[in-house]
């Protein structure tokens, strides 16, 4: 199993970022996948997950409207789709697999992921 973030980088406020994390060894659409991002200083928190074949999606207060979760099955990738960034979006965010699960109570546990990827970091000026 194995996961690989890419797509960050430095951008002004108000620009746009896509991040991929791309797996192997299993079939994402298969598991509750989900992006967690953690700054210096802070804890850890989910920002967006994306539940069995798309089915629901979730998102953190902080992001609704500015990002998007979705999944190109035929590269076995999970994507955020980030839009209108702030300084407060800077992180190093992570890719992560859940339990194989349609819909959640939790989907920001992150006890419930079970492989991370190394992350890949966002900066925001």
């Known amino acids: 199993v194995q996961l690989v973030e890419s797509g960050g980088g430095s951008v002004q406020a108000g620009g746009s970022l896509l991040l991929s994390c791309a797996v192997s060894?299993?079939?994402?659409?298969?598991?509750?996948m989900a992006w967690f991002r953690q700054a210096p200083g802070l804890e850890r928190e989910g920002v967006a997950a994306?539940?069995?074949?798309?089915?629901?999606?979730y998102y953190a207060d902080s992001v609704k409207g500015r990002f998007t979760i979705f999944r190109d099955n035929a590269k076995n990738t999970v994507i955020l789709q980030m839009n209108s960034l702030k300084s407060d979006d800077s992180a190093m965010y992570y890719c992560?697999?859940?339990?194989?699960?349609?819909?959640?109570?939790?989907?920001?546990?992150?006890?419930?992921?079970?492989?991370w990827g190394q992350g890949t970091q966002v900066t925001v000026s």
């Open positions: 994306i539940s069995v074949a798309g089915l629901n999606t």
């Open positions: 992560a697999r859940g339990p194989i699960a349609t819909s959640t109570t939790r989907p920001f546990s992150a006890v419930r992921y079970d492989s």
């Open positions: 060894g299993f079939t994402n659409s298969r598991h509750l």
